[in-house]
């Protein structure tokens, strides 16, 4: 519990609603990619990119493997 509580802090307000949403569950690339573009009706291709830095910063913070 305290580990989110760190990642939330360090996170802005998209990353904050991306790890509440998927924190606990397993989720694909797909599955952030689709709920950006559903979102904030962006363009597959930003979407795939936010995304992908998304889930690496996560993946930095040992968050996820």
């Given at each position: 519990k305290n580990a989110d509580i760190i990642i939330v802090n360090s996170m802005n307000n998209t990353n904050k609603e991306l790890w509440v949403k998927f924190r606990n569950k397993k989720f694909t690339e797909e599955n952030v990619v689709e709920l950006l573009?559903?979102?904030?009706?962006?363009p597959e291709e930003i979407a795939k990119?936010?995304?992908?830095?998304?889930?690496?910063?996560?993946?930095?913070c040992k968050a996820i493997l």
């Open positions: 573009m559903k979102t904030y009706s962006i990119r936010d995304a992908l830095v998304w889930i690496d910063s996560l993946k930095q």
